[in-house]
């Protein structure tokens, strides 16, 4: 995957606004940058995680009680932390502050429950194209700065949803959507959402992993300059 920022997003759902932000920006110290209309009901807060998008999505109507995907944990690496403590936001994601260097996480890391292990190697590796790193438990791929580490659970989803409160997609920001696209369902991605372009802003599309996990393809026009095929 050709990346136009080496840094994974990170997209949660909420009914409950106020304590979301509150965790976040409070408690971990999340600085807050703006807020994204997205469709009637609905308006993301964007906040900058350490290069990466944290990206709080409110919805006026209630989310259904779907099961939580395999999203499961966010890793966020501190200067000024020694021991890991673990928390969790109001909906329920977990969300750790580790010293840098944990687990060999440098900024963010991503922790995904699977469940076939092997297959999951498969489809980062060939469909999302990245590069596995040396990992003693599951296994590990880099994007850019992020660290993805990849957890075989017998609890991990068999098809997640996307409609649900908490943690329920990531984005890879590129500078080809469509082609990108392309080269993952070639390698064994499921479509979700084909690429379609969002007014000025980006080209995306959405693909699912092999337990169904939702995967966001963004070609951002403030990143790369230009929304052409």
């Known amino acids: 995957m050709n990346l136009s920022k080496p840094r994974v997003d990170i997209g949660l759902s909420t009914n409950n606004l106020d304590r979301m932000l509150a965790f976040w920006q409070g408690e971990m110290g999340v600085p ?5 209309p997205i469709r009637k009901g609905q308006k993301q807060h964007r906040h900058d995680l350490l290069g990466s ?12 009680a779907n099961a939580p995907c395999g999203y499961a944990e966010v890793l966020i690496a501190r200067p000024n ?23 060999g996480i440098g900024q963010i890391g991503i922790k ?9 190697r498969r489809f980062y590796g060939k469909a999302l194209g990245l590069e596995e790193v040396t ?22 989803p068999s098809n997640a949803d996307f409609q649900g409160r908490g943690f329920r997609y990531i984005t890879f920001q590129v500078f080809k959507c469509d082609e990108e696209h392309a080269h993952i369902l070639k390698h064994g991605g499921r479509e979700a959402v ?36």
């Open 53 to 64: 998008v944290l990206k709080i999505n409110q919805h006026d109507e209630p989310l259904p």
């Open 112 to 120: 995904l429950k699977v469940r076939d292990l092997e297959t999951h």
């Open 135 to 156: 990992h003693g438990h599951g296994a590990a791929y880099r994007a850019g700065e992020t660290l993805i580490l990849l957890e075989e659970s017998d609890d991990a």
């Open 194 to 229: 084909a690429p379609v372009t969002l007014g000025t802003t980006a080209r995306i599309s959405m693909v699912r992993d092999p337990d169904g996990n939702w995967i966001e393809i963004s070609q951002r026009a403030s990143i790369v300059g230009s929304l052409e095929k």
């Open 32 to 36: 807050f940058d703006h807020v994204l």
């Open 81 to 103: 932390v020694e021991t890991i403590s673990v928390h969790h936001d109001p909906e329920g994601t977990a969300v750790a502050q580790v010293p840098i260097g944990t687990l």
